[in-house]
């Protein structure tokens, strides 16, 4: 696509819920991130992939989070058992290869009440 | 494990100036260097992109600089407006880390 897509834009859920959270990277980018930023903070790295796998989790909070992307393409950031302190926006990246300009989506603000 | 720090946290000018937004890093092994802007409630908008090849980025008012050996870069405004006021974000790329960014406001 000619930009990042992230779906859904907002998403309110009931703490202890499941969610998945969707990335449309730019087509033949071969590098994706996961960010969260809440408010009046910077984005914090969550995970990047390169291609199908996952080159760099450190940032993945505790193992209720995690993320694919099986063909190299479309990625879903889960998160299990949602807590409160979840709340945040989701931010998703894209980048033609490794350390190349990223072109962020629009992100997901998710809401856990 | 790569610090990113940007400084001042917010800044408020009148129309009109030039200014700077600065940008330090603890570890200068970097390859390049990402400047964006963000909108409240927006996405992240890239500015400007130096590699490490590069000394400096500039399109149209902005110009970002980088120096490496000191840890730092710059982000110049050139005769600002308001519809400059945003959040200034830096991001170290080889490292997957931004700094927490200068919120700008630009009076008329």
């Known amino acids: 696509g000619a930009g990042v897509s992230q779906t859904p834009s907002n998403k309110v859920t009931e703490k202890g819920k499941y969610v998945e959270l969707r990335c449309d990277p730019i087509s033949g980018h071969t590098a994706l991130y996961w960010y969260r930023q809440s408010l009046g903070q910077g984005p914090e790295f969550l995970i990047y992939?390169?291609?199908?796998?996952?080159?760099?989790d450190s940032g993945l909070p505790n193992d209720r989070f995690f993320a694919v992307r099986p063909e190299g393409s479309v990625s879903t950031l889960k998160i299990q058992r949602t807590e409160r302190g979840d709340s945040a926006v989701y931010l998703c990246?894209?980048?033609?290869?490794?350390?190349?300009?990223?072109?962020f989506g629009s992100g997901t603000r998710l809401t856990v009440v | 494990k790569q610090e990113v720090t940007q400084i001042p946290a917010a800044l408020s000018v009148p129309e009109g100036e030039n200014l700077v937004l600065n940008c330090s890093f603890t570890d200068s092994a970097i390859y390049n260097l990402q400047w964006f802007r963000q909108d409240p409630g927006k996405g992240l908008t890239s500015l400007l992109l130096?590699?490490?090849?590069?000394r400096e980025q500039t399109s149209g008012r902005l110009n970002a600089s980088l120096d490496k050996s000191s840890g730092r870069s710059t982000l110049y405004i050139a005769a600002s407006q308001p519809g400059d006021s945003a959040t200034y974000l830096c991001?170290?790329?080889?490292?997957?880390?931004f700094g927490a960014g200068t919120r700008l406001t630009v009076k008329p």
């Open positions: 130096i590699q490490s090849s590069q």
């Open positions: 990246a894209s980048s033609r290869d490794p350390g190349g300009g990223y072109t």
């Open positions: 991001a170290v790329l080889s490292d997957m880390r």
């Open positions: 992939f390169q291609g199908t796998g996952a080159a760099d």
